[in-house]
């Protein structure tokens, strides 16, 4: 299907009446079978309250596990393993809200698993369903994409020979865009010979639903450009999986599985996604503040008692897009440590790290103060950390592709974090950009709470040196 606006709504229709559907089933198993002991009735009007604030959970936890970034070219075990994600982590909350040691442990623990059940055959069928239906109706020829090809030669002769084999795939090439005028091509294809701008104007003119881009560029630069103005058109974008390393951390792949192609996204997040993520970063953000105030009255005092200075520390760093803020800290280091030296990177036994603030290093307590930076919307709860000007400029000069990692909004922790202790020297990071471009490429927000809970332990455990 072209407009995947209409499955989202689809299955956000079909999601809502059978989550009803099994919260009054439950209801009626539970009170109305004779099954269990204490039965209690109640009407209608007194279930639909409840019945629309427990499937409100469900649909926001399914949107929160991106079961709406629905793309009817992924695979069906891929569709059952996020379903099965989403069930399982919604069930364990109701489990912990809903215990009651009063109640008879088995048989409320039956009748809620059994819930659990029903949601995960009510998200993972809708979701199985639809994409059966689409795949067939591609192979039928409905609901296929207009492809346009850019690029020639013989990798291109090669795929358009495999999508022409495979027509669960639902492309129809209609032109190819060659980069040079005499590049072999299918003959059956008409082919224009193209430029930049042509690209433009094909787009501007006709109905392109999908674009597949061959180029024949081992570098990568041509791809790049050719990027940028597919970004422009929103039209979805494919490439050969040979192709993908050279556009790591600058795309977010969706590998169409069975085949040699991956799909490649310049919108990390879903609108919807961006919300719920920016909402998450407040909740956690003001719960953190509250939880840490006693942290932060003590800190306020032992802070300058361990050393003369300010007991809070501001840097200018680089965030989202290359935007400069300024980052709070509590200081961990001695009043102009960095006067004599300038920029450098904190190494194993910095003599400029005080006694308090090794421990506040060790703990990751010097960044709390960076919730305010979270609360003004500089930064996130998880993501790359923020660098300074000066290593930024520095790292975009020397390390291939870092700078794309400025694509997102830098993080209180991350992927890296979780992994890596602070960086010693320059030659670490390259290493930690690949566990930025891991979780570039795999944002959401399952993987946010994954690296929250990852980051609990490290401080638990003192590896933050």
Not at 13 to 24: K, P, R, S, Y
Not at 183 to 198: M, V
Not at 237 to 256: C, H, K, M, N, W
Not at 438 to 452: A, C, G, H, R, W
Request: glycine share 8%; proline share 6%; charged share 20%.
């Amino acid at each position: 299907m072209k407009h995947r606006w209409y499955l989202r709504l689809l299955l956000f229709v079909c999601d809502v009446v059978l989550l009803e559907t099994a919260f009054f089933g439950v209801y009626w198993w539970r009170f109305h079978t004779g099954m269990f002991t204490n039965p209690v009735s109640f009407t209608q009007s007194e279930l639909l309250g409840p019945s629309l604030v427990v499937t409100g959970y469900w649909i926001l936890l399914f949107a929160w596990f991106g079961l709406y970034r629905f793309d009817p070219l992924q695979s069906r075990a891929a569709a059952l393993k996020s379903s099965l994600k989403a069930a399982a982590f919604g069930i364990l909350i109701l489990f912990i809200l809903t215990f009651n040691p009063d109640q008879p442990l088995p048989s409320s623990r039956i009748i809620l698993a059994s819930y659990g059940l029903a949601i995960f055959i009510i998200v993972a069928g809708n979701r199985l369903g639809l994409l059966t239906i689409l795949r067939e109706l591609r192979i039928r020829g409905i609901g296929t994409l207009n492809t346009l090809l850019v690029g020639g030669g013989h990798r291109a002769q090669t795929l358009l020979r495999y999508i022409s084999q495979h027509p669960e795939l639902g492309m129809r090439v209609g032109e190819s865009l060659v980069e040079l005028p005499d590049l072999p091509i299918l003959p059956a294809l008409p082919k224009r010979a193209g430029t930049l701008s042509r690209l433009r104007n094909i787009l501007q003119s006709r109905k392109i639903d999908a674009v597949l881009l061959v180029p024949d560029d081992p570098h990568g630069n041509r791809t790049g450009r050719l990027l940028r103005i597919l970004r422009a058109f929103r039209v979805r974008t494919f490439v050969t999986a040979d192709q993908y390393p050279r556009l790591i951390g600058e795309v977010r792949p969706s590998r169409v599985y069975g085949h040699p192609l991956v799909e490649i996204r310049a919108e990390l997040l879903s609108g919807t996604e961006q919300f719920l993520k920016r909402l998450t970063d407040l909740v956690f953000a003001v719960f953190l503040l509250l939880l840490t105030l006693p942290v932060w009255l003590i800190l306020i005092i032992f802070v300058p008692l361990s050393s003369p200075g300010p007991i809070f520390y501001s840097q200018k760093r680089v965030g989202l897009n290359g935007k400069s803020f300024t980052l709070y800290k509590f200081r961990s280091m001695r009043r102009d440590a960095e006067a004599q030296t300038g920029a450098v990177l904190a190494v194993a036994g910095d003599p400029r790290i005080t006694p308090l603030g090794r421990i506040l290093r060790a703990l990751r307590l010097d960044e709390l103060p960076q919730l305010i930076n979270i609360l003004f919307g500089q930064m996130s709860l998880v993501g790359p950390r923020p660098e300074r000007i000066e290593f930024v400029e520095r790292f975009i000069r020397e390390i291939p592709l870092y700078e794309r990692r400025l694509k997102v909004k830098p993080g209180l922790t991350g992927w890296s974090q979780v992994h890596l202790k602070y960086d010693r020297n320059a030659d670490q990071i390259p290493v930690k950009l690949k566990y930025d471009f891991y979780y570039i490429e795999n944002m959401s927000l399952p993987l946010d709470v994954k690296i929250l809970f990852m980051t609990l332990f490290v401080i638990l455990r003192g590896e933050g040196l």
